[in-house]
């Protein structure tokens, strides 16, 4: 069972929802960071920082965001230290088997106006399934990273 940090903005709410119910059956551990109803006016890192946030507290958990193009939640969740978010809008899945086994992601970001509600599902348990290879040079490159801060 897999603990999995889920979050929106009200371009992503309607996947989101799909996909928490579609992992639900798939026997993992959901946690929904909002939102809980429909905004048209609500500010996307107001619920995916605090999930990034979740994500970074709880080893081995996972995290999925969702907005229009899921680019500004990459860019949210990334301003987390311990998160490695990885951006999927369509496109060729090897993106997705890459983020994990090089870069141990631990964040997907979906683009709700580019991928249906069965492309994400297909993503998600691609992505899901991946392990991180632990390859020295890819730990090596993690540390910089989570070690670092850029100015």
Not at 24 to 40: K, R, S, W
């Amino acid at each position: 069972m897999k603990k999995i940090f889920i979050a929106s903005d009200h371009a992503g709410f309607e996947l989101k929802n799909a996909l928490k119910d579609f992992l639900l059956g798939q026997d993992n551990d959901i946690e929904d960071c909002g939102p809980e109803v429909f905004d048209q006016g609500d500010d996307y890192p107001d619920y995916i920082v605090p999930c990034a946030q979740k994500v970074a507290q709880n080893k081995d958990s996972f995290g999925i965001v969702i907005g229009l193009s899921g680019q500004g939640e990459a860019i949210a969740a990334n301003r987390v230290l311990g998160v490695r978010a990885a951006l999927y809008y369509g496109g060729p899945k090897e993106v997705l088997t890459l983020s994990r086994q090089h870069n141990n992601t631990n964040m997907l970001s979906l683009g709700a106006k580019f991928v249906t509600a069965e492309e994400a599902k297909d993503a998600v348990l691609l992505w899901l399934s991946t392990d991180f290879l632990g390859d020295e040079r890819h730990i090596r490159r993690i540390g910089k990273i989570d070690g670092s801060v850029y100015n």
